[in-house]
């Protein structure tokens, strides 16, 4: 071996940022590999390398047995053959020998570069593999690398990431080298390496984004409550205060609209609806349903649904196109919403029972 190969391992480290002895170990599993594979030997061998001068010593242990016991040559010694290698062998001791071939040197370095490369792959995708994990619901900065087949995939500092078409916000189109920010959603260790799987369109989004925007988000002091979105076009996301001083709804929207421009920017124009959250489930589907003004809530079916009352000219506002709105206050919520003006239900209860007249 290279009598500067413990140089060429530190800038390899400093390069790949691994560790020594995920290198060391890489190339002696390499020089194990190349010893069995040119000289066809089967023996339990080892290979132990010396860091700083790039020497290395292949060894052959055989477990000493008895002559009737033998069963394996290769990784067996009989007593005799034993004191031959050590005078004073005994039955189950385990004798290590130099057996490092005088040609190992040129084989051995060749195959050991291919085994190493792969080594040091495998050893950068499992840090990288760990650092993204750690990531996992976190928000972050990158740059599209390529577009393929609606696929957009984004390259961070270590990794490539992949924004698959269904996570993304309709009608947004990227080009290379444009800057994204994405939601991590997931990381999966494949085959060729970890995959991590990103994402525009899911409400967790922007309820990261608000956390980066808002300040009493970050401190604590307001709390995001729950969130529902139909990407590309409304989201609805509720918030809570833990200090009356506080107002939830105007920390996040902030001074003129100065906070939640810049998430409605990098939503590309989506509506946001910012619901004060209420332990009073009356209130909490008043204030979910909005922009709509809604008259009266009931609560039924103990708790789990609601029937909220609107004049006639609410009613589109408060069901939404295709029933968007009321979808998502739903989700908001938990609590199934059903939607009626003052007139249907005088409709459904029927004229008022006639009084009988009186003389």
Known sequence: MNPNLYDALKEVIGEKNLPMSVLVQAIEEALVVAYRKNFDSEEDVKVTLEEKTGTFKVTARHTVVAEDALDDPDKQYTLEEAQEVKPDAQLGEVIEEDVTPPSFGRIAAQTARQVVSQ???????????????????????????????????????????????????????????????????????TPKGPQIVLTRASPKFVEKLFQ????????????????????????????????????????????????????????????????????????????????????????????????AIVAPAQLSLAIGKEGQNVKLATRLTGIKIDIKTEQEIQDIAGPPDKQPETE
Do not use: M, W
């Open 119 to 189: 080594k040091l792959k495998e050893a950068e995708r499992n840090l990288i593999l760990r650092e993204f994990q750690d990531r996992v619901g976190e928000v972050l900065s990158g740059k599209v690398q390529r577009v393929e087949r609606g696929h957009v995939y984004v390259e961070f500092s270590k990794a490539e990431a992949v924004l698959p078409p269904k996570e993304q916000i309709p009608g947004e189109v990227f080009r290379t080298n444009d800057r994204i920010k994405c939601f991590v959603q997931e990381v999966r260790a």
């Open 212 to 307: 980066q925007a808002v300040p009493e988000i970050q401190e604590g002091i307001v709390e995001i409550k729950s969130s529902s979105r139909e990407p590309g076009s409304r989201v609805k996301i509720s918030v809570a205060s833990r200090d009356d001083r506080v107002d939830p709804v105007g920390s996040c929207v902030g001074l003129k609209g100065s906070r939640i421009k810049g998430i409605v920017d990098e939503l590309n124009g989506e509506k946001i609806d910012i619901v004060r959250f209420s332990t009073n489930p009356a209130d909490y589907v008043t204030n979910a349903l909005s922009p709509a003004k809604v008259v009266s809530v009931t609560i039924g079916d103990e708790g789990r649904s609601a029937l």
